[in-house]
């Protein structure tokens, strides 16, 4: 770590209020990290954020007044006062992404409440992207649920289902059924480990469809919490046929996505919101203006 | 009644209608003790039951959970045949005199048989209409007409004349030509009335009399000109589209203007759709009502119409042109069969144009909005 005396005095900083955890990822004026924190306290808990912010700054040995510009990201995004503007994870996770991995061409985050799919540009723009819009099925909770009925600590939950080479169908993918199917399957005997790669397949599967609605192009990165989760990496590997870049850190890629995006707007890279306002003028007339009534509406008015 | 109000307020009174649509309807019918024919719910060709001096309104989807409706009609149909078998059901339809189905979707067909026994009171009729576009759909489609002024005529218990079918269809052309005033306005000022406005003035045009809503529009369109110049035009400029037979629920509209867009175009049928284009008035006038049919489908194809002719992707890429927009937001309703089957070639034509695009299923109880709304300001922030 950094802190303010050895580097340089300008920082910004991202913060990811997610549905299970809060993160902060503060950096220089030169883009480099400087120090980050995730906690976790519960369902989109302010006071996780809070901490994760607390935690950062002291860290990077900054007080709140040193930070020049703050953008939000995640579920409670809207709710962070100290933030300038708040972006959601999907772009925030495309940009940092292609921060750490410029190649990088899909984004496959897992998330506590939500799965996406991100197409990225070489910018780290959003190309595309799907997202699991029904329920918790693929996502962290779905894990969460399914390992609170194993009695296993979602943390061993990767390492364990890795030594299963057994193949065991969850077929149900409603976290509430999954939940009774495992039941089932301990039932008639099956091993925890077995039922724990059972499902990391079950999850890999659902991610393949969302893979396939935005495209599966090369790299393929993953981030989020779920990327900490190496029996479920493993299954999706497996399932897309591609080997996935897993950073140091997924869990803070949001974050520090969010924090470059504050660059952009404290240095006037990206503009800021007001004068995102009036785009209309800086778009270009429609190709065929000659034959569009709006068009010759607009010229008649004017 | 509506001259000393301003454009806020006037709008407010159609939202509240809107919002509460079968009331005015209810009203109608004590002060004037005629009859109610409610549609269910697109292409009917309600100028020749205005004709007979009964009021025809559209009937609308409500917003609220399916309950009592479960019972009769399955939970994988779309939310808006469910929606008006269950208010059926729940006894709120008990003040239609007339029904009129349509054989436009087989999911509408099945909820008009529904709806029918749940309102045995209720003269229930049908409304042919024969989709196509080949030599013979003109005239097919005028027998149709025919067979409902059959119906019609029963029902009221009086001749419908080609005099009064024209007169309906003036009062009728004029609404639309006012509401595609409005329109022009809004394309040119997308920030002069939210989209939930525009939503509020079609659906309370579809449930009230249209000569009331015609009064209302004539008040309402010089007060929305002269603000014009005031308003201060901002956001990504999105086309909407689908959303067939249920009107997109108001607050995905929200979501949409929330996230930084603002709608500059629809093809909605609670929208542009249902006011594309006039019936002429110098022909005779079924003939022209059949005429109409086919030609509206050309200035807004619709997926149901079975239209050879016609290219729903392509028409949405020239509007994307046409209206300057960025960016094409499609919401359908979840089990929409017409829209499923069009929406893979939607997809190709805007991906071939370079026009990014976002599909909302929504699913009548609208089970994940945070997702909605995280979905909709990340497509919104890829345009600027
Ligand atoms: S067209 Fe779509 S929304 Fe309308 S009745 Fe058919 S399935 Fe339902």
Avoid at chain 1, 49 to 72: F, H, N, P, Q, R
Wanted: hydrophobic share 40%.
């Amino acid at each position: 770590m950094t802190s303010k005396s050895d580097g340089s005095s300008f920082f910004t900083m991202g913060v990811d209020s997610g549905s299970l955890t809060g993160k902060a990822v503060i950096i220089d004026g030169n883009k480099r990290i400087v120090s980050y924190s995730v906690k976790q306290l519960g369902f989109v808990s302010q006071k996780a954020v809070m901490m994760a912010i607390d935690d950062a700054l002291e860290k990077a040995g900054l007080v709140l007044d040193d930070i020049a510009y703050t953008v939000s990201t995640g579920y409670g995004r809207k709710r962070l006062e100290i933030a300038g503007k708040n972006l959601t994870e999907i772009s925030c996770h495309a940009k940092g992404a292609n921060y750490l991995f410029p190649e990088v061409k899909t984004v496959i985050d897992i998330g506590g409440q939500d799965s996406k799919v991100i197409a990225v540009d070489p910018s780290g723009n959003v190309k595309n992207f799907a997202m699991n819009d029904k329920c918790a099925a693929g996502t962290g909770q779905f894990l969460e649920v399914l390992a609170r009925a194993l009695d296993v600590e979602l943390t061993e939950i990767g390492e364990l289902s890795m030594q299963s080479d057994a193949d065991i169908k969850i077929s149900s993918m409603c976290t509430t059924f999954a939940e009774s199917e495992v039941i089932s399957l301990v039932a008639e005997g099956h091993t925890t480990v077995d039922i724990l790669s059972g499902m990391h397949k079950a999850i890999s599967g659902r991610m393949k469809g969302l893979v396939g609605r935005v495209g599966l192009q090369k790299p393929v990165m993953m981030t989020g919490g779920g990327a900490k989760n190496i029996g479920l990496v493993h299954a999706l590997e497996k399932s897309l046929g591609e080997s996935i870049f897993i950073p140091d850190e997924p869990q803070i890629i949001g974050a520090l996505g969010a924090a470059l995006f504050a660059n952009d707007f404290a240095t006037g890279n990206r503009k800021k919101v007001e004068e995102e306002q009036d785009l209309d003028k800086a778009r270009a007339p429609a190709k065929d203006c000659g034959t569009c009534s709006v068009q010759n509406y607009q010229l008649n008015k004017n | 009644m509506y001259q000393n109000l301003s454009s806020d307020e006037i709008l407010n009174k159609l939202a509240q209608i809107a919002a509460d649509p079968y009331e005015r309807a209810k009203e109608w019918k004590m002060e004037t003790g005629s009859k109610i024919i409610g549609c269910y719910i697109m292409h009917f060709p309600e100028e020749l039951l205005h004709a007979a001096g009964v009021l025809p309104i559209v009937l609308q989807v409500k917003e609220e959970p399916i309950t009592t409706g479960h019972a009769y009609y399955p939970s994988y149909f779309c939310g808006p045949t469910r929606s008006i078998v269950d208010q059926a059901a729940k006894g709120e339809l008990d003040f239609l005199d007339g029904f009129v189905g349509g054989d436009y979707c087989i999911q509408a067909v099945g909820g008009a048989e529904v709806v029918g026994n749940l309102l045995p009171k209720v003269n229930n009729m049908f409304f042919r209409l024969p989709v196509g576009n080949q030599a013979w759909t003109h005239g097919d489609i005028v027998t149709g007409l025919k067979e409902l002024k059959r119906d019609i005529e029963r029902f009221a218990a009086k001749e419908i004349s080609d005099e009064e079918i024209l007169n309906s269809i003036r009062i009728y052309n004029k609404n639309r030509s006012l509401i595609r005033e409005i329109y022009e306005l809004k394309s040119v000022h997308p920030s002069l009335l939210s989209s939930s406005d525009m939503l509020s003035i079609i659906k309370s045009s579809m449930v009230i009399p249209k000569e009331e809503h015609n009064e209302i529009l004539e008040t309402l369109l010089p007060k929305l000109q002269a603000n014009k110049d005031s308003i201060k035009e901002e956001g990504v400029r999105v086309f909407l589209s689908g959303s067939f037979c249920g009107a997109p629920k108001n607050e995905i509209l929200e979501l949409v203007e929330q996230s930084g867009a603002v709608v500059v175009g629809d093809d909605l049928f609670h929208g542009y759709r249902y006011i594309s284009d006039n019936i002429t008035e110098d022909r005779e006038p079924l003939a022209a009502i059949a005429a109409h049919y086919i030609d509206k489908n050309t200035n807004v194809p619709c997926p149901t119409r079975c239209d050879p002719k016609t290219d729903w992707p392509q028409y949405l890429v020239d509007s994307m042109r046409k209206y300057k927009a960025d960016q094409l937001v499609i919401v359908m309703a979840q089990f929409c069969e017409p829209h499923m089957f069009f929406y893979p070639d939607i997809k190709d034509a805007m991906q071939e144009a370079g026009i990014p695009h976002l599909l909302l299923e929504i699913s009548h109880e609208l089970d994940s909005i945070e997702t909605i709304k995280t979905r909709l300001e990340a497509f919104v922030e890829m345009a600027v």
